[in-house]
């Protein structure tokens, strides 16, 4: 996704019910080495460990042509 300076790539890892995260790292990033640097930071990326995420996995495809 965008961050302020450029897109950002990233991993996020989740446990087996599909909605709590396990873990989430960053590999690329174009932001500074101040707040937006934090995204490196193992003690903010551990913060994320055990959230649910509200979003929806659904295995296939969608049911809009649009979309496939």
Known sequence: GYGLWGLMYGFISL???GET?????????NETPGL???????QWTA????KELPIQIVK????????K
Do not use: C, L, M, R
Not at 21 to 29: L, N, Q, S
Not at 36 to 42: A, T
Not at 47 to 50: N, Q
């Open 36 to 42: 937006g640097g934090e995204i490196q930071n193992p």
């Open 47 to 50: 913060t994320w460990e055990g």
């Open 15 to 17: 446990e087996s019910d």
């Open 21 to 29: 995260v396990k873990g989430i790292i960053f590999y690329k990033h």
């Open 60 to 67: 296939g495809t969608a049911g809009n042509d649009e979309h």
